[in-house]
């Protein structure tokens, strides 16, 4: 084994990884192309994950074109490590997970990504080092390799075509990893410089529409405005309306109602 630089990726909590401690290792066996690597490294940084061994790289290592494609993510591919065998690069690690469309004839559990990122959370949590193992891009691990690994992680693709490059498939992992320890609500709306406008400010907008409609004689049939009327609240009301937008709808209303005075008079 040799280090590709001479200061390891520090222990414990960093920015880089959001402040978690250790997070997963990924393993690359016999990666092809620098680019692929680049773009795998820079898919890792996405998510926290900055611990990247190599094993057997086809074209060498170091890389320019994987710093390259890295795209910033050097803190990766700068400490980025080196093994000759595979036994080696899984040597301090406690539990190991390898990714395969197939699993072959070994009985293992098999996770998804997004089932296997709490069990990866909580094994972290305790203080375990844990490591995802890729295989090669043309062929995929081996049979050796899923003997290596506590367990599989399969993607759930559409079984007619479930081919990952292999910036995808680590992707795909580390996106679950990262999604499962962080409050992100699933919808929010942005305001901005603004905020919500108040129940009354609203209240107030529909006066001064309904009373201009009422002038400008929109209300043809009196038994029908009521409904016209609840209609036109609720086009308003589904738009979450913010107090500028409020603003800017009273400032059109009285726009239009003083060109149509201008052209009376």
Same mark, same amino acid.
């Given at each position: 084994?040799?280090?590709?630089?001479?200061?390891?990726?520090?222990?414990? #909590?960093?920015?880089?990884?959001?402040?978690?401690?250790?997070?997963?290792?990924?393993?690359?066996?016999?990666?092809?192309?620098?680019? =692929?690597? !680049?773009?795998? #490294?820079?898919?890792?940084? +996405?998510?926290?994950?900055?611990?990247?061994?190599?094993?057997?790289?086809?074209?060498?290592?170091? @890389?320019?074109?994987?710093?390259?494609?890295? @795209?910033?993510?050097?803190?990766?591919?700068? =400490?980025?490590?080196?093994?000759?065998?595979?036994?080696?690069?899984?040597?301090?690690?406690?539990?190991? $997970?390898?990714?395969?469309?197939?699993?072959?004839? #070994?009985? *293992?559990?098999?996770?998804?990504?997004?089932?296997?990122?709490?069990?990866?959370? #909580?094994?972290?949590?305790?203080?375990? *080092?844990? !490591?995802?193992?890729?295989?090669?891009?043309?062929?995929?691990?081996?049979?050796?390799?899923?003997?290596?690994?506590?367990?599989?992680?399969?993607?759930?693709? +559409?079984? !007619?075509?479930?081919?990952?490059?292999?910036?995808?498939?680590?992707?795909?992992?580390? $996106?679950?990893?990262?999604?499962?320890?962080?409050?992100?609500?699933?919808?929010?709306?942005?305001?901005?410089?603004?905020?919500?406008?108040?129940?009354?400010?609203?209240?107030?907008?529909?006066?001064?529409?309904?009373?201009?409609?009422?002038? @400008?004689?929109?209300?043809?049939?009196?038994?029908?405005?009521?409904?016209?009327?609840?209609?036109?609240? +609720?086009?308003? +009301?589904?738009?979450?309306?913010?107090?500028?937008?409020?603003?800017?709808?009273?400032?059109?209303?009285?726009?239009?109602?003083?060109?149509?005075?201008?052209?009376?008079?």
């Amino acid at each position: 084994m040799s280090d590709v630089a001479d200061a390891a990726i520090p222990e414990g #909590a960093s920015p880089e990884t959001g402040g978690i401690a250790n997070p997963p290792v990924i393993i690359l066996i016999e990666p092809q192309l620098g680019e =692929n690597i !680049g773009k795998a #490294a820079r898919a890792m940084l +996405n998510c926290g994950l900055v611990d990247l061994r190599l094993v057997r790289p086809r074209d060498g290592w170091p @890389s320019a074109a994987a710093t390259a494609n890295a @795209s910033g993510a050097d803190i990766v591919v700068d =400490n980025a490590k080196l093994f000759d065998r595979e036994e080696d690069a899984l040597a301090d690690l406690n539990r190991v $997970y390898v990714t395969t469309a197939r699993t072959r004839d #070994a009985i *293992k559990p098999v996770f998804t990504p997004r089932g296997l990122a709490p069990e990866l959370r #909580a094994n972290v949590a305790r203080g375990e *080092k844990v !490591g995802v193992l890729f295989g090669p891009e043309r062929t995929g691990v081996r049979n050796e390799h899923v003997s290596m690994a506590d367990a599989v992680i399969t993607v759930p693709l +559409n079984p !007619g075509f479930t081919s990952l490059n292999l910036a995808q498939a680590v992707l795909l992992i580390g $996106y679950e990893w990262w999604q499962a320890g962080v409050a992100v609500p699933e919808y929010q709306m942005l305001m901005n410089d603004t905020f919500p406008a108040t129940r009354d400010e609203i209240e107030l907008m529909f006066g001064h529409l309904e009373a201009e409609l009422d002038q @400008s004689g929109f209300f043809r049939v009196e038994a029908k405005k009521p409904p016209m009327m609840r209609n036109i609240r +609720n086009i308003f +009301n589904r738009s979450n309306l913010t107090h500028q937008e409020v603003q800017t709808v009273r400032g059109m209303i009285v726009a239009m109602c003083g060109a149509k005075h201008r052209k009376k008079s």
